[in-house]
């Protein structure tokens, strides 16, 4: 061979990598850089066996056909990130939409699973695409003092979710020892559960999934149980799938419905889970192939997801809608009051209750330190042992959550003050998990040519500013209801007009505003990095 023939070979060479790189920027300066925190170290990641590898077949750029084995493998991420669907809070959303509204709500419980599915899919795509997680990706995106703030919004968002669940939980085990154990005692066996789940983790990632496939299907089997016992009128079932129906009366279980589906941490935490395969960034047709397997298993695990919430909603829409429980109806008394409704049998209804709420609690604590780790690890880039941040983001919940359980451990009513806080105080974080999401997954420098398109773009920013008006909608309302005082008002005020100006510069570095609207923003809302 000539040395001109070797040159235009190793030039060609040298432009193939030099494509491969751009694709995945972040990917390939994360991988090269030991001292970034990471997800999921090499060791720990599965690799993906090509069952339909034909030698001498080494077109990078094409996808390959589906493969039943291949989904099966990359089945488990999307059954952990629905968790976040399931967990306590969103229990009580559904026992008191369908105890208030019955099954009219039915139809906006489907389309917000389905919203709740299309974030979902951005954020895996985000991680599939880059190699690193949405709270990486802020790190090196955003200034310093603006991925503070989102780390100190995230961190907020995970302890108010964990305190609903571990709560959930404690609630559970005291339903199953018939009140022998209190609310705190729950709470600290619930964290100690934890850890011994997180430590299947060094067994291999497979081994975690299998554990949380377990409890889903013990929700599963005890909500369809708790369905096929109370017998719901398949007519309005029907009916309040297809019919969208709204009323005054349903407006604020409407919200909650809504805004129980999307979970900040549940974004970031997605991001992240998906990395736990092992994927070639440098073969456009391996990236792809695992966005589609993915998207088949998160669409999946969220229609599970929509199941057992409908099994829960149409239980109390049947046996409380129209009665006078209705509205007292909450999370620490829905096992008593479905004892006094449905009483025994073969198995009580309250055990079968308090078996699916202890599965939802248990679950969502684990996939919430799991997400603890993600944001912290990703914003911060701290470099910790598993056991030591686990240790450092259960302790961001479990000990204000003690303090919970002690306080107002014979309290109903103030549990259900508090869930209300927990629930707006979640609100308020949403628009920082979806807003740095969409601009991640709309950035061509980042994402490369797995970028969304502009009609994706649009759909996906309409979604997302349908969910923060909704949510918004529930901060006004809470906020018109206990604001008191002029002291007070002023505060709430004050901190109502920096959490609006740190919206409009999220937004405004998004590329989503007119460039016209972004130049007469303040000096102070700098569009560069720091």
Known sequence: MSSSESREDESKEEEKDNEANKLLQHQSSSSSDNEEEVAYESGDKITIVDFDYVEGDEDSTVTPPFSWKK???????????????????????????????????????????????????LSARVGVATGRNLAELC????????????WFMAELALIGADIQEVIGSAIAIQILSRGVLPLWAGVLITASDCFFFLFLE???????????????????????WMFGDTKPNGKELLMGILLPRLCSKTIRQAVGVVGCVIMPH??????????????????????????N????????????????????TTVFAK?????????????????????????????????????????????????????????????????????????????????????????????????????????????????FALIPLLTMVSNEQIMGT???????????WTVAALIMVINGFLLFDFVLSE????????????????????????????????????????NGFSLTKN
């Open 450 to 460: 797995f970028r969304i398109g502009p009609v994706l773009e649009r759909v996906a």
């Open 202 to 224: 060094n067994y291999g990632v497979r081994k975690l999934e299998a554990a949380f496939a377990v409890l889903i299907a013990i929700m599963g089997l005890s909500f369809a």
């Open 293 to 312: 397997y993915y998207s088949i298993e998160s669409s999946v695990a969220l229609f599970v997801s929509f199941m057992i919430n409908l099994f829960v």
């Open 139 to 150: 790190r090196d995106e955003y200034p310093n003092w603006a991925r503070y703030v989102l």
């Open 266 to 291: 549940n974004v970031f935490l997605h991001s992240a889970l998906v990395q736990s395969r092992k994927i070639d960034p440098h073969k456009k047709g391996r990236v792809q192939e695992a966005i």
């Open 71 to 121: 989904l099966w493998m990359f089945t488990g991420p999307g059954f952990l990130m629905s968790i976040a669907f399931l967990d306590p809070g969103n229990l009580e959303g559904d026992l008191q939409a369908g105890a208030i509204a019955g099954y009219s709500l039915l139809w906006l419980l489907m389309w917000a699973t389905g919203m709740g599915l299309l974030i979902q899919l």
């Open 319 to 431: 046996g409380f809608y129209g009665t006078k429980q209705a509205k007292s109806i909450g999370l620490v008394n829905a096992g008593q009051y479905l004892e006094e409704k449905y009483g025994g049998g073969l198995v009580p209804i309250l055990y079968i209750w308090g078996i699916g709420l202890l599965a939802a609690g248990q679950s969502s604590t684990i996939t919430g330190t799991y997400a603890g780790q993600f944001i912290m690890g990703g914003f911060l880039n701290l470099r910790l042992k598993k056991w030591l941040r686990a240790l450092i983001t259960r302790s961001f919940a479990i000990v204000p959550t003690i303090i919970v359980a002690i306080v107002f451990n014979t309290s109903e009513s103030s549990l259900d003050i508090l869930n209300e806080w927990l629930n707006v105080l979640q609100s308020m974080q949403i628009p």
């Open 483 to 522: 604001v008191k005082g002029l002291l007070f008002g002023f505060i709430v005020s004050s901190c109502t007009a920096a959490y609006v100006a740190f919206i409009i510069y999220l937004v405004s570095r998004s590329g989503a505003l007119p460039s016209a609207w972004v130049n007469r923003l303040p």
